[in-house]
């Protein structure tokens, strides 16, 4: 399941690349061992990236996204790009899926629309569930429809 934790740290913490890929994996039934075969390197390899101890250069990232399907490569270089983004612009770039906005737009720095990190990992994380599965679907407009029957 995608939690996206926020990182500076590449060896000391899962990274966002690590986490979608894991995702990927899962979603595809794709083992690590087949990747690896596929993209020419190694499963040791593939274990250090889930595990967020090294980013995969551009090279290994192009083999192994061309292993997957348009909506899973985009998830993948998605994630990368996160990882890539220095913690002193993070308020001001986000990077999401073509469905819901440009990859790497800009943010205008307005205060009134701004919600905390914890907020937007929220919404992203459940805007992700929700494209992919109908139950998720179901029960976010059931709870959008409580919250607003409670709003007079």
Known sequence: ???YRETSCIKCAVTHFGEALTEVLRETG????????????TSPQI?????????????????MVAQFGDYH???????HLRDR???????????RLSGSTVLGEVQPGNKADE?????QEALEF???RARKDPQWQNALVSLVRVFKSTIK
């Open 73 to 79: 490569r985009a998830v993948l270089m998605a994630a």
């Open 126 to 128: 459940i805007q992700f």
């Open 85 to 95: 983004i220095p913690e002193s612009a993070k308020h001001l770039i986000k990077i």
């Open 47 to 63: 274990s250090r990236y889930i595990h967020g101890e090294t980013q995969p250069e551009f090279s290994s990232l192009s083999r």
């Open 1 to 3: 399941m995608f939690t």
């Open 30 to 41: 794709m083992s690590r061992n087949h990747l690896a075969k596929l993209s020419e390197l």
């Open 115 to 119: 919600v905390s990190p914890e907020v």
